[in-house]
């Protein structure tokens, strides 16, 4: 393989990468603080990039003013807002009423609660996919990076999303903000003690991570196709993703993201019939070696 | 009880009676016939829900009875598995009386089905499902193949391309069975035509990102990238070819099943100029219009070719059944074989002995937005292909049943 098309590939798979990076990081977030190993968040991305969808193409008819579209710089930050509340109202009316118990149980509500939003998305929408159409134009077309004609939109979902990812990385980990919360898990009674309100951190923190997701869902959109069973499609690789990442590390699931992307890209051009199927053949080795995976805490 | 009621039950009840005293006759006092297909999966969009609704019009329009026996449709879920499909169909069979299967989109419940049916002595029309498998070495009894096949889906998008210059050849293929399937047909009309195949990658079947494949093909130096895959491989495929700009530069991409609902959710700005074979098209004529927006108001969406083949093929089998006076099964199927089709779906079809229904298809090509009037103004027919041209001569095929 010549080196341009060693680049290449690169980039490729540093597009997929930065989205099990985004994905697993919300992940690694509801784990690390919450113990909840969240099932929805598949589902949660796909309801982003349906409310982007929707709020593009439906919700002015809906609302009488058949000339409204909801643009994607506002579905950038409407989806990620609308279904973060979705995930609290998910976490203050079922979740917590789980914590006592073990995680298996949580496991299995969030399982269920995506199984119901795909059945009734599925019910609505075209299974094979709806194409998002509202791409703004200064992120239509392709650029010539040297070595491949790369599209503008994808350039700009890379750069966002790493940006994104170490913004998140660095409030958790580098400020008071961050430590309170690492705090408040270690030991919530303290922290209450110092007037914090600890259920309400909770909250927050997993309505944070499901907006992660759906900012993913979102500049997915115009990349695949929006469909019912997109976040279906890509959790049992995400979930594979935080696992060899160590569940539960931040940086963890931001390096193993991207480099599991990456690895993937190569893959589909060296041993394609093996694309699918690298990420958990790693996993295997990964955890027979590293059983708390690459970044965790050894135990 | 009303009076009216009370009418039509007596009504009922004498039509039931002379129904009895007939000559002809429909075994189990009615006809049934099982959509047995997906309901909640990939293939939901293209055959599905729209598949039922086109059995029940075409059972409503041909009276709601046949023989003086009702016509009554049930349908199914195969939810895309072989044994699934297999246990519906053996309990339809064997314990509901059901006297024929439409439907079946999924080469591998196509293919366990008719082999099923058949032995219980039950007509199948396989209305969905891709692999001439179906006609071939596989071929049975009851089995009849009714809307297109790997065969004939290359033959027009190749030969038009080949002929229009496109002569080397990469593909883009879903690595199972179907997917061979497709790309060895492909490269046979290719290479029949004087054109030349570069080679090909296997893809995984539901990969999300194409991107990685399509700059290989792209690298290749081929005229031509051909997706031996179907609906959302399909859907990504040419998406993301589009986004990098493979066609912009001068390639070409050629779907070699590519189905209505497919384009509609491609969007015409992504899929303008693909062109591919279709057995439909619901805006061709002024029959395909009429009877096309009738289906829209019942199912808020325009027939793809398979929905339109299940309403044409039970019409037949059930103007099979009056002609032969009976619903069992071999003097249904010599009924069929002998009968020639025409409707708004077929002109002058007619079934082989090997199951195979052989039509004319079509050419089509995508629209572009500013071509396009309406919602679903999405194809032009660029040209037809002879039913003999499209599909396999009776001489060359592998059905055991003609030997």
């Known amino acids: 393989m010549s080196l341009n098309a060693i680049l290449a590939q690169t980039m490729l798979g540093l597009s997929t990468g930065v989205f099990y990076a985004m994905l697993s990081l919300g992940l690694a977030i509801i784990f690390g603080l919450l113990n909840v190993i969240n099932f929805a968040h598949g589902a949660l991305y796909m309801l982003g990039a349906f409310v982007a969808l929707i709020g593009y193409s439906y919700l002015g008819p809906w609302l009488g003013f058949d000339d409204y579209h909801m643009g994607f710089w506002t579905a950038l930050i409407v989806a990620p807002l609308v279904v973060g509340i979705f995930g609290m109202l998910i976490e203050r009316f079922l979740l917590r009423r789980l914590y006592a118990f073990d995680h298996i149980y949580g496991l299995l509500l969030t399982f269920g609660i995506a199984l119901i939003l795909q059945g009734i998305l599925s019910n609505y929408f075209n299974i094979s996919g709806t194409a998002y159409p509202a791409q703004p134009d200064v992120l239509s077309g392709i650029v010539n990076l040297g070595f491949m004609y790369f599209p503008k939109y994808r350039l700009f979902a890379i750069v966002f999303s790493i940006v994104v990812c170490f913004a998140t990385w660095f409030v958790i980990e580098r400020t008071t903000l961050g430590s309170v919360l690492r705090a408040g898990v270690e030991n919530p009674k303290l922290v209450e003690a110092f007037g914090i309100n600890v259920p309400r951190m909770v909250t927050l923190t997993f309505g944070f991570g499901v907006a992660l997701a759906a900012l993913a869902g979102v500049l997915a959109a115009p990349i695949y196709s929006v469909s019912p069973l997109m976040g279906a499609d890509l959790i049992i690789t995400v979930f594979a993703v935080v696992v060899i990442g160590g569940m539960g590390s931040i940086l963890g699931a931001i390096v193993t993201g991207l480099g599991l992307g990456l690895v993937q890209g190569l893959t589909q051009a060296l041993y394609p019939p093996a694309a699918n199927t690298v990420i958990f053949f790693i996993m295997v080795v990964v955890l027979l070696i590293r059983p708390a995976g690459l970044f965790g805490k050894e135990v | ?403």
């Open chain 2, 1 to 403: 009880m009303n009076k009216s009621l009370l009418t039509a039950a007596c009504t009922a009840g004498l039509m039931a009676f002379s129904g009895a005293q007939a000559a002809d006759q429909a075994s189990n006092d009615s006809v049934k016939i099982g959509v047995l297909t997906d309901m909640s999966g990939v293939y939901k969009a293209i055959e599905g829900p729209g598949a039922v609704i086109a059995a029940q019009m075409a059972a409503d329009d041909f009276g709601g009875q046949v023989l003086g026996a009702p016509i009554e449709i049930v349908s199914a879920d195969h939810q895309n598995k072989a044994d699934v499909a297999s246990s519906i169909a053996r309990k339809w069979i064997d314990q509901n009386h059901v006297d024929m299967l439409v439907g079946m989109d999924n080469s591998a419940v196509g293919l366990a089905v008719q082999g099923l049916a058949s032995e219980k002595n039950t007509i199948t029309i396989n209305t969905g499902a891709g692999s001439s498998e179906l006609t071939e070495s596989q071929c049975s009894k009851y089995g009849i193949h009714y809307v297109y096949d790997t065969y004939a889906l290359p033959v027009g998008t190749a030969t038009a391309i080949v002929k229009n210059g496109g002569k080397k050849w990469f593909f883009i293929t879903a690595d199972y069975a179907f997917g061979h399937s497709l790309r060895d047909n492909t490269s046979r009309v290719v290479k029949e035509l004087g054109g030349e195949v570069l080679g090909s990658i296997e893809a995984p079947l539901s990969s999300t990102d194409f991107s990685s494949y399509l700059l290989q093909a792209s690298g290749s130096g081929a005229d031509v990238i051909g997706l031996a895959n179907a609906g959302g491989d399909t859907v990504n495929s040419i998406k993301q070819a589009n986004a990098f700009g493979i066609v912009e530069r001068g390639q070409k991409l050629a779907g070699m099943l590519v189905f209505l609902t497919d384009v509609k959710a491609l969007g015409l700005d992504t899929a303008k100029g693909l062109e591919f074979t279709t057995a439909f098209y619901w805006d061709r004529n002024d029959e395909s219009r009429k009877w096309s927006q009738r289906f829209f108001d019942k199912h808020g969406a325009m027939p793809t070719m398979v929905q339109a083949g299940v309403y044409s093929s039970v019409t037949h089998y059930l103007e099979a059944i009056r002609a032969a006076g009976s619903d069992e099964a071999a003097p249904v199927r010599k009924q069929l074989g002998e009968m020639q089709l025409n409707d708004f779906f077929v002109k002058n079809g007619k079934i082989e002995a090997n199951g195979l229904m052989s039509h004319d298809m079509y050419l089509a090509q995508v629209k572009t937005p500013e071509e396009s009037k309406s919602d679903w103004d999405l194809l032009n027919i660029v040209s037809t292909i002879p039913a003999e041209k499209a599909y396999i001569a009776l001489s060359d095929s592998a059905c055991p049943l003609l030997k």
